[in-house]
């Protein structure tokens, strides 16, 4: 679900190399020593579950792990994300440079939807944290493409005739996308639940 050059418009491609930028600054003010390891964990997660990726239209079909990078890691999942793309463009050829703030926005706002949703884990029983991280990962999900959609829109031809295509073509993937969010966040829960949140550490040593 990467965005490539020629298929936005110039406007929004400059303007979202700023937004962009503006908003991976914030994020790294909120990277510290002890929170590196993580970023850099999920930094790599993100960057290999698009390695292997079918051509769709004007898109590809592939993992994207950013709704669990904004379960675990929050705003400090957008430098995470940044330096992902920044990787998949150079070495991958997968989205461009050109185009690396406008699929920031995408993968980064689906992130931050993921980790809006799962927020509300302290009101919830601890039975339906894994639930609700299936919601998050298959919502975030869903925003980046809405995103990606509202962005091809804004093309010099418009909407194109395979974008119908490629919304189709993710419908199995928002399904993945949510069951491996809710597997990875169950096994957190076992292992190192520190890495989801206090009120999540809290909740399980209360189960």
Not at 117 to 134: D, N, Q, S, Y
Not at 155 to 168: D, H, I, N, Q, Y
Request: proline content about 5%; some cysteine.
């Amino acid at each position: 679900m990467h965005i490539v050059d020629g298929t936005v418009a110039p406007g929004l491609v400059y303007g979202s190399l700023v937004a962009g930028g503006a908003l991976t600054l914030i994020g790294l003010r909120r990277v510290d020593s002890d929170s590196m390891p993580r970023v850099a964990m999920l930094t790599a997660a993100f960057f290999a579950a698009s390695s292997i990726h079918i051509p769709v239209g004007v898109a590809s079909l592939h993992l994207m792990l950013a709704a669990l990078c904004g379960i675990v890691l929050g705003l400090q999942a957008l430098p995470a994300i940044a330096v992902g793309l920044f990787m998949q463009a150079v070495l991958l050829g997968h989205g461009s440079l050109s185009t690396l703030g406008a699929n920031l926005l995408v993968q980064g706002g689906g992130a931050l939807c993921a980790a809006a949703i799962f927020a509300l884990r302290p009101r919830l029983k601890p039975g339906w944290t894994v639930p609700l991280a299936f919601v998050a990962g298959l919502l975030g999900t869903s925003c980046s493409l809405g995103l990606w959609l509202a962005s091809v829109f804004t093309g010099p031809e418009g909407m194109p005739e395979s974008a119908l295509v490629v919304t189709v073509a993710h419908v199995p993937l928002l399904l993945v996308e949510g069951a491996l969010t809710a597997s990875a966040v169950g096994f957190l829960l076992k292992v190192r639940p520190g890495l989801l949140g206090r009120h999540v550490v809290a909740r399980a040593e209360e189960a």
